[in-house]
């Protein structure tokens, strides 16, 4: 009789115990304070507590050239400008920067030049992009060897209402004895926060907004607003060849439904209306993107040792261009309310940091809603639009006209921090 066993090609095997490779210890450092995110907010405080001789590390998921390319922001509030010039932050800012003190309205077919410097005591705006600042801010940083660590995603944020909480990276785990969320509306420091205890104030805007970065011919002099039946445009400078363009579309429209002689056709509507000055000649776009309109504000803005600034915090549209502005002041309460409990024992201000800037937040919030209702039509008007139109240029001009209405807009506008204007949103 004949075995088939040997025959078959399954009748023996050998078999060997795999077993999984052994993961290599994590990493393990100590700092005073870790700051998630290498944003305009993240890198100035780190500069601050780095020169106050607070130990930090600030941690970026992202590449230092992304972070360093990224455009976004690029007019700084006087308050701004004159707490990075006196944390000795601000010497290449003053150098190339420009300064604007006044921006254009049109509407109906009428310019309305509202010289805001005039009615705020002289402050004026600093055109710097972004990512100049933050380059300033990153080159500080190396200066003083205490870089960034860029590429270093944060995995987890824990133990946040022990003594040590802790960022825990790929590899890498970092004990602390205070966090501070910078990595925006979407990070995971905001995540972190418990179910329970939070709450988000949050609103959709009924429309959205196209924003196109293109080269232009020549610099945009200054701002100009523009409030048409077709619905908001604006223009703001950028650098001498860039400007940064806004187009009001439904809500929800795509990118795609806007190519560029779309674009350019309705910059020349509702910018220009009539005005050949109006619109710089558009080249190349290297960026167009859709911009949902919302605003969101989370109270508190801490928990435990974890403390949120910036977009983590409350996020604005870019009406009034008050978005990077606020969260640079969110660095400044943070840097001296972080050195007072770390260095003086003193938990005071620490404590009040999330109240003290919410007020502000919300303040500033009121002026960014009110300039969103002035600059758009209601949908009603649409039966109708000259007379919403013709109310419209009449509130243009009262700001531009010396009187309570173009105090309170030049100082809320300006960012004077003059407090007594800004009780109420003019107009």
């Known amino acids: 009789m004949t075995s088939h066993v040997a025959a078959c090609p399954h009748a023996e095997r050998s078999f060997r115990v795999v077993t999984a490779p052994r993961r290599a210890p994590a990493r393990r450092m ?6 998630v995110g290498a944003g305009p907010a993240g890198l100035a405080l780190a500069n601050v507590l780095t020169r106050r001789g607070v ?29 990075l010039r006196s944390q000795g932050l601000a010497d290449r800012l003053l150098a190339e920067s420009t300064r604007h003190h006044w921006c254009d309205f049109r509407c109906l077919g009428h310019t309305v030049r509202v010289d805001y410097g005039a009615y705020s005591d002289g402050h004026q705006h600093h055109v710097y992009p972004q990512q100049n600042l933050v380059r300033d801010l990153v080159d500080g940083l190396e200066r003083a060897g205490s870089p960034p660590l860029f590429s270093h995603s944060v ?11 802790r960022l825990e990276c790929e590899g890498m785990e970092i004990e602390c004895d205070y966090v501070v969320g910078c990595d925006g509306f979407r990070g995971i420091s905001r995540a ?19 924003t196109v970065l293109a080269e232009v011919d020549e610099p945009a002099e200054g701002v100009r607003y523009a409030v048409h039946r077709a619905g908001f445009a604006g223009m703001m400078p950028r650098g001498p060849r860039l400007s940064r363009f806004y187009l009001q579309c439904p809500p929800g429209d795509a990118v795609t439904a806007w190519p560029a002689p779309r674009i350019v056709a309705e910059l020349r509507q509702r910018l220009a209306d009539g005005d050949p000055a109006g619109l ?3 080249g190349a776009m290297p960026e167009v993107r859709m911009l949902r309109m919302h605003s969101s504000v989370l109270t508190p803005l801490a928990h435990g040792r974890l403390l949120l600034a910036g977009d983590a915090g409350h996020v604005l549209t870019p009406s009034g261009a008050k978005g990077m502005n606020l969260a640079i002041a969110d660095a400044a309460a943070l840097a001296e309310a972080l050195v007072a409990r770390l260095r003086e024992g003193d ?16 303040r500033v919030l009121g002026f960014s809603e009110w300039l969103l209702g002035l600059l758009h039509l209601p949908g009603e008007a649409s039966a109708a639009p000259d007379a919403e139109l013709a109310s419209r240029l ?7 006209e010396p009187g309570p209405h173009a105090y309170r807009f030049a100082h809320r506008y300006v960012g004077s921090g003059v407090r007594e204007w800004c009780h109420d949103p003019p107009g």
Do not use: K
């Open 155 to 165: 995995r987890a944020v824990t133990n946040i209402t022990g003594r040590r909480p």
């Open 280 to 282: 710089p000649a558009l």
């Open 394 to 400: 009449a509130a243009i001009r009262r700001l531009a």
């Open 347 to 362: 938990e005071g201000p620490l404590a009040s940091y999330s109240a003290t800037r919410l007020a502000d937040v919300r």
């Open 192 to 210: 972190a926060l418990p179910a329970t205890g939070h709450r988000a104030h949050n609103r959709r805007y009924p429309y959205d907004w196209l």
């Open 30 to 35: 100590r700092t005073e304070v870790g700051i």
């Open 55 to 83: 130990d930090c590390v600030v941690v970026e998921r992202a590449s230092r050239e992304r972070v360093e390319g990224r455009q976004r922001a690029g007019l700084l509030e006087y308050r701004t400008v004159r707490w």
